[in-house]
């Protein structure tokens, strides 16, 4: 069966300080990957999304970015944090191709100090 | 970005009453979702709906994908303390390989026992 992994569960940081965020994938092969973020108040909206090594689309203009070095590992960075930062992080993986659901990883919850 | 609309936003019952909420879209999906995100950890698929007029049931949830494919209902019935949550439906449009989900605003649901 297919397991996703995110770590730390939370952070808290200064503002300023760089930031790296990891996901891994296991039990699937050339999965897509997403990193979506939730502020308070519930709304999920898509990040970046990765179709294969090295391929990554961001969906929003940004102080984050994200990289892909391996088929099942997702990392989202930052260099320089920002108070606005701060939110829920979620990593999730499909199938490729046409249609399927995602599915999510525990969260990563960030405080930006 | 972009976001279904998704009512009602909170539902407060007792214990053995029947739920309602659905999402509208001003746009066209191939396949509706619904994830049920409990406190502090990711959305977890529920029920995913592939074909316009489709009803699909898991346990006491069903969910319909309407037949305009611009909107989808979660019913739950006979609710209990556990189902205590946020409720999310979301929208996946066809024509790539991308996956993406656009997600609804969320339905916070307390039950009282």
């Known amino acids: 069966s297919q397991t996703i992994h995110q770590w730390p569960a939370t952070l808290v940081q200064p503002v300023g300080s760089p930031l790296s965020l990891e996901c891994t994938v296991e039990?699937?092969?050339?999965?897509?990957l997403y990193w979506y973020r939730q502020a308070a108040g519930r709304g999920l909206q898509l990040l970046f999304y990765?179709?294969?090594?090295?391929?990554i689309s961001s969906e929003v203009p940004q102080n984050l970015s994200a990289s892909r070095p391996q088929d099942r590992q997702f990392i989202l960075s930052s260099k320089k944090l920002l108070l606005s930062d701060s939110g829920f992080y979620l990593c999730?993986?499909?199938?490729?191709?046409?249609?399927?659901?995602?599915?999510f990883g525990n969260g990563t919850r960030l405080t930006v100090t | 970005g972009q976001q279904l609309n998704q009512s009602p936003q909170s539902m407060f019952i007792q214990e053995g009453e029947d739920v309602s909420m659905n999402c509208t879209s001003s746009?066209?999906?191939?396949?509706w979702l619904w994830y049920k995100q409990d406190p502090g950890e990711g959305p977890v698929l529920l029920i995913a709906?592939?074909?316009?007029?489709e009803l699909t049931s898991n346990g006491r949830l069903t969910a319909q994908f309407g037949i305009t494919r611009k909107d989808s209902f979660l019913n739950i019935s006979a609710s209990i303390p556990s189902d205590v949550g946020i409720y999310f439906c979301?929208?996946?449009?066809?024509?790539?390989?991308?996956?993406?989900?656009?997600f609804g605003t969320g339905t916070l649901l307390a039950v009282q026992p």
């Open positions: 999730a993986w499909s199938y490729r191709g046409l249609g399927g659901p995602l599915h």
């Open positions: 039990g699937t092969s050339n999965p897509n």
């Open positions: 990765s179709v294969g090594i090295g391929q």
């Open positions: 746009s066209i999906f191939n396949t």
């Open positions: 709906l592939y074909k316009a007029g």
């Open positions: 979301a929208g996946q449009l066809g024509g790539g390989a991308t996956n993406k989900l656009i």
